[in-house]
């Protein structure tokens, strides 16, 4: 698997947690990358994206809760995430948002929120 996401666990509401994506094959610092979430029963979801030139966007369900970066000396992609609540509950993954570019999406990680 080329990016490899981890991180998760359980965690109680209104909690936080950062998550972490590695590449082992290319940089990230010249493709949109993303993380992605899919809770269970639903479809895939990009909740937040960091451009190239370090510009970022999220979905609204996420937005001022979560925060994703990049360290191109780390070759890594992070998503800090704050004020959890349980429909944040998901696996989740990370991947380049163009279809074009996207690897395996790997077996994610396990983010659990309780109430």
């Known amino acids: 698997v080329q990016l490899q996401a981890s991180g998760g666990g359980l965690v109680q509401a209104g909690g936080s947690l950062r998550l972490s994506c590695t590449n082992s094959?290319?940089?990230?610092?010249?493709?949109?990358t993303g993380w992605f979430r899919q809770a269970p029963g639903k479809q895939r979801e990009l909740v937040a994206t960091?451009?190239?030139?370090?510009?970022?966007a999220y979905a609204d369900s996420v937005k001022g809760r979560f925060t994703i970066s990049r360290d191109n000396a780390e070759n890594a992609v992070y998503l800090q995430m704050n004020g959890l609540k349980p429909e944040d509950t998901a696996v989740y993954y990370c991947?380049?948002?163009?279809?074009?570019?996207?690897?395996?999406w790997g077996q994610g990680t396990l983010v659990t929120v309780s109430s």
């Open positions: 960091v451009l190239p030139s370090g510009s970022t």
């Open positions: 094959r290319s940089t990230f610092d010249n493709k949109a």
């Open positions: 991947n380049f948002v163009t279809p074009l570019y996207r690897t395996s």
